[in-house]
DNA sequence: TAACCATATTCCTGTTGCGGTATATGAAAA
DNA sequence: TTTTCATATACCGCAACAGGAATATGGTTA
């Protein structure tokens, strides 16, 4: 049940931030490691851990890899996604998220990080 | 969080069952080992751990134990019980049970089984 | 080519959770 | 009171998973 995928893959806090996140567009995994400050191994983890169960696509770009929510989602992942993003609007984390995610492109391009060329609003 | 512990108590298939049956009605255990044909333990640690996370409440009568959604379930779980009902319509497994639950109460009047006070459909 | 960068994978450890067997509880019936 | 019934809990073994440290990979730059 697919239902069941969905499900696990959104229990972990992690893996439910990156998930929300994406939902404002692709993210490269250096810009996870900025807005959601969490180390590198962790986030590669619960991306590829989300990559098998097909809840997000990636894409290499030169050094970076790009994360993007599968193009045609399904109707399952849908509707859970649009939940998602109808409660996150209470929850005061993951609307943090979405703030660092907006202030994101400025913020990596002064700094010596990766620089790279994903966009940072979808 | 609550979003993840929703996620968590909806990401194994007995529990997700479980849910989705309630969104029906009440149930006591003896309706759920009927209707999802799984032996007591089972049903009744998988009650237990919804009862824990605030997923489902429980109220004695006499020798059995009537189980429901929360009376007043607040804004996360709502719009979640609400897009499992949405997704369910399309899961075989989930149907089905439905169907059972509405056969059950002739179904359990004629065994030997409980025969509990349980409204078999809310 | 070598060095470097962003990312992925491997190995480890501790924790959680699932399923089953056996047993305990608590209310009702005999 | 003892039995019976519906349900809950304790204990066990097993598999999945989370997090961290170290290392591997696969592209890019020098």
Redesign the pocket.
């Known amino acids: 049940m697919q239902l069941i995928r969905i499900h696990?893959c959104l229990c972990?806090?992690?893996?439910l931030r990156i998930i929300h996140l994406l939902t404002a567009g692709p993210l490269?995994?250096?810009h996870f490691?900025a807005v959601l400050r969490e180390?590198?191994?962790?986030v590669?983890?619960?991306?590829?851990?989300l990559r098998t169960r097909g809840l997000v696509v990636?894409e290499?770009r030169?050094?970076?890899?790009v994360y993007s929510l599968p193009p045609r989602p399904g109707r399952e992942l849908s509707a859970h996604l649009a939940c998602l993003q109808d409660c996150a609007r209470e929850e005061p984390a993951l609307r943090r998220d979405l703030e660092r995610r907006r202030r994101l492109a400025p913020e990596v391009a002064g700094a010596d990080?990766?620089g790279?060329g994903a966009p940072a609003r979808g």
Chains 1, 2 share one sequence.
């Open positions: 696990e972990d806090r992690t893996r490269c995994v250096c490691q180390p590198q191994v962790k590669s983890k619960h991306l590829a851990y990636a290499r030169g050094n970076w890899m990080h990766c790279c």
